[in-house]
């Protein structure tokens, strides 16, 4: 038969930490459900739906408020069975319950405040020995959020919503005669919103720490903090947080907590600690780097990180030793382990986190003589010493399983243990003077406890939560194989907790219409077949039809219908339709370079540093790292230029880098080359079945740089072509291997020596346009432009033009340049022109020759202009027949259509000369 699914109750004891000695055993108590359940290593008391207390435990000196006529000082005066509590109205419902030896202090829902014992404290000022103090008794306070004892439980103090301080309890002059006692506020203080009760500090709403420093004082506001965020007090030594993660400690220094310098370290010498913190408990801190350190022997060590694993923490519990739930579910322990609380599997101390991963899936831990733990299917494991189990104790110093169905577990950190079942009974293991109202003063054995239910514990309300059934998915990627083939030889298991799948092992879920999978990329089977109860196993059959990496998908879906679930209802199910499965598909093996230009180094000597990152993708190198692929036959290199050594070094396995070693014997630019050919040969690629390896093969372009020069783009300044003393065209200095000084739009002449006259009416500029080129342009009209008045000049770049090099030093610095003039028109040149024009057929050549000919005066230029007719025609031919071919290039039908219409006018207009006179235009 399988399990029956049951429900989990969710529930969080907390309790009070104390540390005793006892001998232990274990306890079954009844079904709980309703009754309110306080519990502590002195007391319990239970309030029931009625309203009605009762308590059971420590009755020193009338404490636990049932009415004792006698009262004791004796240290063993339990009363083991719940008796009914005097003196609280049934209307109230206890919200929090303290306890000392000599007194008991509770809470109520309504902020009101009850205590109960002879109260040697005088905290209601009974006379001693009174009947009166085994009754519970009102504390004259206004309606308070919280309560605490404070200086050693001789005070009790509340705390108002809007943050007043109330106390009542010992005063300086001995024990009070007044009862009932009147309760003070302190004065002084205000808006505080937390409370230290061994060291009576308060933590104000805006950060501010303040203190009452003994009996009779007002509080003092302690200077030289930040915004304080907690504070924590043990062994005399104070440990304070900020919100800026500064951790600040001083104090009595015991054991050296603080410092490893001995005695106390006072107030105005604090220190800081530690720094980057994010929580601080008493036992442990944690810093924003997830660095956890654990209170060890007295000192602050750090015992690991689970920040830097990618681990989240779910749970931690601790005292001497520390015991942590990740969000990967398995427990981490450190500290103390004579008990063999760490689950290690021996009893030796551990200072470092260890890793238990005998049981996975955990969701709750306590600790602390021994350690229990629950899974997510609530079964209960522990270890220890003296490890408590349902046939009785046990040694075991690794997780031992215990039982099912169980939801809750919680300790009073004084040996005594408490787990919740799916039933709603609470099982007890461990210390009992009398305490757990049983009616016995014995370590408990598994005898019932209550007849009622328990609707809470220690304030914390049982809340029912239906365990859901739900299905774990092995993976959630999967990738194409190696191989490149559109084949995916990756599964995923499915595993289903809390419920169980239907049908026979090996039976295909998808053809029996259980599950359907959706988005499955062509070429491809879906396949879903049961490999158990609780387990089915995907798998995806064939070759993908298209399996390049853009084929890739995000939303393989996955769809369970209610024929797969023995329950029968796929909708209650986590995880039965999941929609985010990835498919990665490989691209073909390829290899990339960062660069495919290898380039001279700027001293000119024909070496070359360039590196060239070689970066193989799907596909991987097969040869030892840091070998020269070129030495060990590997690469094939071609077309080296003389005095230089192709270099091939193995990084990784899908990485290479390209270097050359040596210094070329011909280095001008003259020598560039684009086919320095590298071929990584198919014995370097370790799949043998993958060898169609895009640029596995490729050429590479070696650029030499020449010695610096400036060039010029012309060495003729000449006259425009209406022959109006107006130079038409500048000219350009470009300089390679250094840079231009001066401001770029200056005019930098003066860094220009100029040897020989400028022509009347013309004056040089030299403007520098960026830090390579200058353009030289003579502005101005010549007085005399006719061609008797050609002249030159020499031009010679000074020093001061050059960021770096000295003239001297560059090629080409000194120039002639000439200025040419145009004497007056005349029929000669036009023909010149003409003649050009008809040439070139280009329409910059056409309307020079027509400008001129409109400049030219004669009687007769008709020739003239039908040859420039039979130009026009040729030039407007030639661009319409590129117009056609990039139509056709392109493949436009309509671009096409109209450029041949052109084209055919065209042909057509140019036939009908010379004969007829046709007017043409553009």
């Not at 001693?128 to 439980?153: C, I, Q, R, W």
């Not at 808006?191 to 501010?208: D, Q, W």
């Amino acid at each position: 038969m399988k399990k029956q699914i049951v429900k989990i109750t969710t529930l969080v004891i907390i309790m009070t930490m104390v540390i005793i000695t006892g001998n232990f055993t274990c306890v079954l108590a009844s079904e709980a459900e309703g009754i309110d359940m306080f519990t502590h290593q002195y007391r319990t008391f239970i309030q029931y739906a009625d309203g009605t207390i009762k308590g059971s435990g420590l009755d020193r000196e009338g404490s636990l408020g049932v009415g004792s006529d006698t009262l004791t000082v004796s240290d063993y005066d339990y009363k083991s069975s719940l008796t009914n509590v005097i003196g609280i109205p049934t209307s109230s419902r206890i919200k929090k319950v303290l306890n000392t030896q000599r007194l008991a202090c509770i809470l109520t829902e309504e902020g009101n405040v009850y205590i109960s014992g002879d109260s040697l404290s005088a905290a209601m000022g009974t006379p001693v020995n009174s009947v009166e103090a085994g009754k519970f008794h009102k504390v004259d306070f206004p309606v308070v959020e919280d309560v605490y004892l404070s200086f050693g439980g001789n005070e009790i103090v509340g705390l108002t919503k809007d943050g007043q301080v109330w106390y009542v309890g010992s005063d300086p002059n001995g024990i009070s005669d007044k009862y009932p006692a009147t309760a003070n506020r302190l004065m002084g203080i205000d808006a505080v919103v937390a409370f230290e009760a061994r060291g009576v500090f308060f933590i104000k709403e805006n950060g501010e720490l303040w203190q009452v420093q003994s009996h009779d004082t007002v509080p003092i506001k302690l200077s030289g903090f930040n915004t304080v965020k907690s504070i924590c007090t043990h062994t005399g030594s104070n440990f304070v947080l900020e919100d800026n993660g500064n951790l600040i400690a001083w104090g009595d220094n015991y054991s050296n907590i603080i410092s490893d310098t001995d005695g106390a370290i006072d107030l105005d010498n604090k220190v800081i600690f530690d720094t980057d913190v994010k929580e601080f408990k008493d036992t442990y801190y944690i810093k924003n780097s997830g660095d956890i350190y654990f209170k060890y022997n007295n000192k602050y060590r750090l015992i690991g990180n689970l920040k830097n694993q990618g681990i989240d923490i779910v749970k931690i519990a601790s005292g001497k030793s520390i015991a942590i739930i990740g969000n990967d579910g398995y427990l981490y322990t450190a500290g103390y382990n004579y008990y063999g609380s760490l689950a290690t599997g021996d009893n030796v101390d551990k200072t470092e986190l260890t890793k238990i991963t005998t049981v996975p899936h955990l969701i709750d831990v306590i600790v602390d003589q021994n350690i229990y733990v629950l899974d997510k299917d609530g079964k209960l494991y522990g270890a220890g010493k003296e490890l408590y189990t349902l046939s009785g104790k046990e040694q075991s110093y690794s997780l031992k399983y215990i039982m099912d169905n169980t939801n809750t577990l919680s300790t009073n950190s004084f040996f005594t243990y408490f787990f919740v079942d799916n039933d709603n009974k609470l099982y007890i293991c461990g210390y009992n003077k009398g305490q757990l109202g049983t009616g016995t003063k014995t370590n408990i054995e598994f005898i019932k406890q209550h007849s009622e239910s328990i609707g809470s514990i220690n304030g914390t309300e049982v809340k029912n939560i239906e365990v859901v059934p739900e299905i774990s998915y092995s993976k959630n990627i999967l990738i194409e194989d190696e191989t490149n083939n559109g084949n995916i030889l990756d599964d995923i298991i499915m595993t289903l907790t809390n419920d169980y799948f239907t049908g026979n092992n090996n039976d295909d879920f998808v053809l029996d219409n259980k599950v359907t999978v959706n988005n499955v990329p062509s070429g491809i089977v879906a396949k879903v077949n049961k490999d158990s109860d609780s387990q089915v196993t995907l798998s995806l059959e064939g070759n993908a039809d298209n399996h390049d990496l853009v084929d890739s998908l995000t939303n393989l879906e996955i769809v369970f219908s209610d024929l797969a679930f023995e329950k029968g209802n796929a909708n209650n199910v986590v995880g039965s339709t999941k929609s985010d499965i990835t498919i990665n598909f490989l691209d073909p093996s390829h290899i990339t370079y960062t660069s495919k230009e290898l380039i001279e180094n700027s001293t000119n000597d024909g070496s070359i540093s360039t590196i060239i990152s070689a970066s193989l993708h799907t596909n991987k190198f097969n040869e030892n790292i840091g070998e020269d692929l070129v030495e060990k036959g590997k690469v094939t290199v071609q077309n080296c230029p003389d005095g230089l050594t192709v270099k091939v070094k193995l990084n990784s396995d899908n990485n290479a880098t390209i270097s050359l070693v040596g210094n070329a014997i011909n280095h001008t630019s003259e020598n560039n080359i684009s086919d320095l050919k590298i071929i990584f040969e198919d014995s370097l690629f370790l799949n043998q079945n993958d060898l169609n390896i895009q640029d596995k093969s490729v050429d590479l372009s070696i650029k030499f740089i020449d010695s610096p020069n400036v060039k010029f783009s012309s060495n003729e300044f000449n006259e425009v072509i209406t022959n109006n003393g107006i130079i038409g065209n500048a000219i350009d200095i470009v300089l390679q291997g250094d840079t231009f000084t001066g401001i770029n739009g200056d005019d930098v002449l003066n860094n220009i020596e100029v040897i020989g006259s400028i022509p009347d009416g013309l004056t040089l500029k030299a403007t520098k346009i960026d830090d390579t080129k200058i353009t030289l342009a003579l502005d101005g009209i010549a007085n005399d432009h006719s061609i008797s008045s050609n002249t030159k000049i020499t031009l010679n770049i000074k020093d001061t033009a050059f960021s770096n090099i000295s003239a001297s030093d560059i090629i080409g610095s000194s120039t002639i340049i000439n200025i040419n003039f145009i004497d007056t028109l005349n029929r000669e040149k036009v023909e010149s022109s003409i003649s050009t024009a008809e040439n070139s057929e280009l329409r910059e050549d056409y309307n020079n020759a027509i400008q001129l000919y409109d400049l030219l005066i004669d009687n007769d230029k008709s020739d003239l202009q039908l040859r420039l007719k039979y130009v026009q025609v040729n030039v407007n031919l030639k661009e319409a027949d590129q117009l056609l071919l990039t139509a056709e290039e392109t493949k436009n039908e309509d671009d096409i259509t109209l450029a041949q219409v052109k084209v055919d006018f065209i042909k057509l207009l140019k036939d009908m000369l010379p004969d007829e006179s046709v007017r043409l235009s553009e």
